[in-house]
């Protein structure tokens, strides 16, 4: 074990959190005026007496960015987890399906699958967990990589769960517990708050400049789609067969 040098994850931070941010605005630009209508409720935004079309698409788009917004910052922060535990453990992204990070501590192994918080999947997604933590299991078992003690965790970057050990063998560890357990820092979680902020308003001033202008690109399309009377109101008719009526 090697004691954490914030200094080497503040340097990881500021070097990589622009790829979050060019992520948003990548995402942004990309939007079809379709995709976007498809994915979010029609009957929902009528029902908030929503008026004219651009408060309907400044509503959906943002409803619809949201959702995938904390799948694009985790897809920052997984690595940055597994770049902490390799200063500190020498610990290595995964190679079998469905595990993130691979290290040993205390001549146990850990296989830990790396979730952004702690609600972040339904029954049937925790079971699929559960099959990939015993199918890794298995390989390291039957291909003789490691005979002592294997043990499984699900991380979680944020959140709390006050009863981290599970039934079918693995651990849940949220918020500080998973940053103190992959670091040895149990103040980590905190001291991770303070490099964040690195391009922080460079990069939303560049997203909200993206956001202005597909918000006016996607009323154009909104109004060429004839999903719209001619006073700039919604023809909510019209826009309810554009999301959902069958092709027969």
């Given amino acids: 074990m090697q004691p ?6 503040t340097a990881y931070v500021k070097e990589n959190i622009g790829a979050f941010h060019a992520a948003q605005i990548e995402r942004i630009k990309r939007l079809t005026l379709k995709e976007v209508l498809k994915r979010k409720n029609p009957y929902l935004f009528k029902a908030k007496d929503i008026k004219n079309v651009e408060a309907l698409i400044r509503e959906i788009l943002t409803a619809f960015l949201s959702s995938g917004e904390e ?26 399906r469905g595990i993130d990070l691979d290290f040993e501590k205390d001549g146990t192994r850990y296989l830990v699958s790396i979730k952004s918080g702690p609600s ?18 298995k390989t390291l078992r039957t291909s003789g990589g490691h005979q002592g003690s294997i043990e499984f965790i699900n991380g979680c970057c944020y959140g709390r769960d006050n009863k981290p050990v599970k039934e079918h063998g693995y651990s849940k560890l949220c918020g500080q517990r998973f940053w103190e357990f992959i670091s040895g ?5 905190e001291d991770l708050i303070i490099p964040l902020d690195h391009g922080a308003r460079e990069g939303n001033e560049r997203f909200q400049a993206e956001y202005d202008k597909a918000c006016d690109r996607l009323v154009k399309e909104f109004h060429t789609a ?23």
């Fill in 71 to 96: 799948t694009r910052f985790g897809n920052f922060l997984e690595p940055l987890a597994i770049f902490i535990n390799n200063k500190v453990y020498g610990g290595q992204k995964a190679a079998m």
């Fill in 185 to 189: 820092n149990e103040n980590l979680y």
């Fill in 226 to 248: 004839g999903l719209a009377e001619g006073d700039g109101s919604i023809n909510w008719k019209k826009l309810i067969q554009f999301a959902s009526k069958a092709k027969r």
């Fill in 120 to 137: 972040w999947g339904n029954s049937s997604q925790i079971e699929k967990m559960i099959q990939h933590f015993n199918s890794a299991k």
């Fill in 4 to 9: 954490l040098k914030l200094a080497d994850v």
